[in-house]
């Protein structure tokens, strides 16, 4: 990844080298003509190059779900959409990335991943107003443009000649945007004039290109060789646990093993913290199973790789447990709830969760924090 200094170190640690055998492609030449496409958009036609032959100046967009400054940036880009249209300057962007070769943990900033599926969800919910295209299957296109990052920004002329290659702007954060590459670039070029800066290096996420696959298969052994343990929680340690006090946002699942809905479920939770415990979030699974049964849930466990915290009740005595984390849930399961730092209740779901819905209330107030 090609990060700013002052992005989380973690996010440099998790980047995956791109094998020797299949090295990174070039980025396309200023002067060079717009390769041609036809790719699968998010609102179920193709597109190609050719759509966009009436416009007097075409954007094509390497974009992506997962990438934070990707996301940082989907304001600006419909924006850019809007403020250019009536100039005859179109926009289409496109999803280098194959899924297959992202870890969990570089979705720790994101709810989405990259597949087709989710990149239609993304476009959904955020009201994309330009064509959101798929490429991850065979990245023939993307490896003919050569994009480095997510986001990163190719202007063509008239004659789709590339005029302009790079940055959007010179900050991923808006307050200290001084210099519109993008925007300057159009404004030239709808002039008759050259752009005053026709190449930058582009800031973002490195491109996922395909081969990585091996990579993320090893990383999710090494995550099922994590050892699994489980522990008794009595009334003071519910106590705590409801209090927080560990400096992170904790997620806390109330399940047990005769519970079908929370069995069906747990995978996500799994999941949820593998993506997000590099971040300041932990997350703490309490069977309510009784204390003779400890065996039992500890095999579940096991056999789920639930490598987080696991607590099981303690006593027989549950309306006392119940009560020492929170007075108010009556008991049934599955409870889940998301604290604060400070202890507060930022999510609370009694029944089956929403994966994308907790996934978003996890990444905004972790985001809301972010010292930066």
């Known amino acids: 990844m090609r990060f700013p200094a002052v992005l989380p170190a973690f996010m440099l640690a998790t980047t995956v080298a791109v094998c020797a055998a299949d090295p990174v492609p070039p980025v396309l030449e200023i002067g060079s003509p717009a390769p041609d496409f036809t790719l699968p958009g998010v609102d179920g036609r193709d597109w190609s190059l050719n759509d966009f032959a009436s416009s007097k100046l075409l954007i094509v967009l390497f974009t992506c779900n997962h990438c934070p400054t ?34 969990l943990d570089e979705l720790g900033w994101t709810d989405l991943s990259d597949s087709f599926e989710e990149m239609k969800i993304r476009a959904r919910d955020a009201e994309f107003n330009f064509p959101y295209l798929y490429d991850g299957d065979s990245e023939t296109v993307s490896k003919q443009y050569g994009p480095a990052t997510t986001p990163h920004a190719f202007v063509f002329d008239g004659q789709r000649r590339l005029r302009y290659v790079g940055a959007i702007d010179d900050s991923e954060r808006r307050q200290h945007v001084r210099r519109h590459y993008v925007r300057d670039a159009l404004d030239a070029l709808l002039a008759g004039k050259e752009p005053p800066v026709t190449k930058t290096k582009a800031i973002g996420c490195s491109v996922k290109w ?43 699942n109330f399940w047990a093993t005769w519970c079908a809905p929370c069995i069906v479920e747990y995978h996500e939770f799994v999941t949820i913290n593998r993506m997000y415990r590099h971040r300041d979030f932990e997350l703490v699974m309490v069977s309510m199973n009784r204390p003779d049964e400890a065996d039992r849930v500890l095999e579940f466990l096991k056999s789920r790789e639930s490598s987080n915290r696991n607590l099981i009740f303690a006593s027989e005595d549950r309306d006392a447990l119940i009560n020492a984390f929170n007075p108010k849930w009556e008991g049934p399961v599955p409870y889940t709830v998301l604290l604060s730092p400070e202890g507060e209740i930022v999510y609370e779901e009694i029944d089956r969760i929403d994966p994308l819905r907790l996934k978003r209330e996890i990444v905004k107030a972790l985001n809301a924090r972010k010292p930066w």
Do not use: C, H, W
């Open 210 to 252: 395909a081969g990585k696959e091996d990579g993320v298969k090893a990383y999710m052994a090494k995550l099922a060789r994590e050892p699994v343990s489980l522990s008794p929680a009595g009334v003071e340690e519910l106590r705590a646990l409801r209090e927080n006090g560990s400096g992170k946002f904790r997620l806390v």
């Open 70 to 103: 990707a996301q940082y940036y989907e304001e600006r880009i419909k924006r850019l959409v809007t403020d250019y249209r009536e100039k005859g300057v179109a926009l289409v962007a496109i999803s280098p990335n194959d899924p297959k070769s992202v870890r």
